[in-house]
């Protein structure tokens, strides 16, 4: 059975879940570019499904907006991109004399 969460879980869902912007409160608010509507993290709709992965929605009416689609309202800091190919080199092989 799929599940809503609880609001006092919701935070953390969020923070977990939506890897694309940082959750600081629920008081956080993002623009959903589908729909044009400021929300808030209180406001998202967040369900759980058997196995277990959390689903958010935009809370309009028909939106299909998923985290990806929120952008920051007012200050909040995007993730910074985490590439694995970014890793720094290690050091030169070193030659022997
Ligand atoms: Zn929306």
Request: proline share 6%; net charge positive.
């Amino acid at each position: 059975m799929n599940r809503h969460i609880r609001l006092d879980e919701k935070l953390a869902v969020l923070q977990e879940s939506d890897t694309f912007r940082k959750w600081r409160s629920l008081d956080d608010r993002r623009v959903c570019v589908l729909c044009d509507r400021v929300i808030s993290g209180r406001m998202i709709d967040v369900w759980e499904d058997k196995r277990g992965t959390f689903h958010l929605h935009c809370p309009t009416a028909g939106c299909s907006a998923t985290p990806r689609d929120w952008f920051c309202h007012g200050p909040c800091s995007a993730r910074p991109k985490t590439s694995k190919s970014e890793r720094p080199t290690l050091g030169f092989r070193a030659v022997p004399a």
